[in-house]
């Protein structure tokens, strides 16, 4: 499932999207950061993940993500419909393989918003994909972040806390790393990325 502005003809020269990957803990603004480069940048796609996690007041099937059971995402499994996917806080994500490759072929660049995991088996397929991990300021300020969010139960929180710390080890594997302790320059080291791996490819 792709998000983009509009259907883009096949680019200039045949030349394939290029992939953005980005992945961070969960707390660390991650999304807040996504929503802003996307509305700067309309041409550039937004790959919308597939989960097996219920969606969370205010979240749109087919905007925020695809909802879909456990029986169905497992059958995506066994017909390699994913491009990667992972379990990730007990519930399955995944990036429909289909929908990148079109995006791909059609010349589009593409974001994606993955796990570490999920970034991993991206890389091996696509080695050319620029990868990004934004990490937040500090544990203590990530708690607090998660903890006013109040989306999620104190359990939940632990558990994002522990994957926290485990996706935070991974940083060194990602090509670009931006603390976000001020959103405005972390969207604007963020769009540098962006532009600087985009442009360069027209030359
Ligand atoms: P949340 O449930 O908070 O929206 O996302 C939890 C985690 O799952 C985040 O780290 C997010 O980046 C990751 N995630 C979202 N979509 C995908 C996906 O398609 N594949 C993988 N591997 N991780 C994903």
Not at 12 to 37: C, E, I
């Amino acid at each position: 499932m792709m998000a983009t502005a509009g259907g883009f003809p096949r680019a200039a020269f045949g030349r394939n999207g290029r992939l953005f990957v980005m992945s961070a803990p969960s707390g660390a603004g991650k999304t807040t950061l996504r929503q802003a480069v996307l509305a700067r940048l309309p041409d550039l796609g937004y790959s919308i993940s597939f989960t097996t996690r219920p969606p969370r007041a205010g979240e749109r099937n087919g905007h925020d993500y695809v909802f879909i059971a456990a029986e169905e995402f497992e059958a995506g499994i066994r017909e390699e419909r994913w491009a990667e996917w992972a379990r990730v806080h007990g519930h399955y994500y995944g990036t429909s393989a289909q929908a990148l490759e079109e995006a791909r072929a059609a010349g589009r660049d593409v974001l994606l918003d993955i796990d570490v995991q999920g970034a991993q088996q991206i890389c091996r397929r696509f080695p050319e994909s620029v990868t990004i991990f934004i990490m937040p300021p500090s544990l203590e300020v990530l708690e607090q972040r998660l903890r006013t969010r109040g989306t999620d139960r104190p359990e939940a929180i632990e558990v994002r806390l522990r994957n926290a710390r485990r996706e935070m080890d991974q940083r060194h594997g990602y090509r670009h790393i931006i603390v976000n302790d001020d959103l405005d320059t972390a969207i604007d080291t963020l769009m540098t990325i962006l532009n600087s791996n985009r442009s360069a490819r027209e030359n």
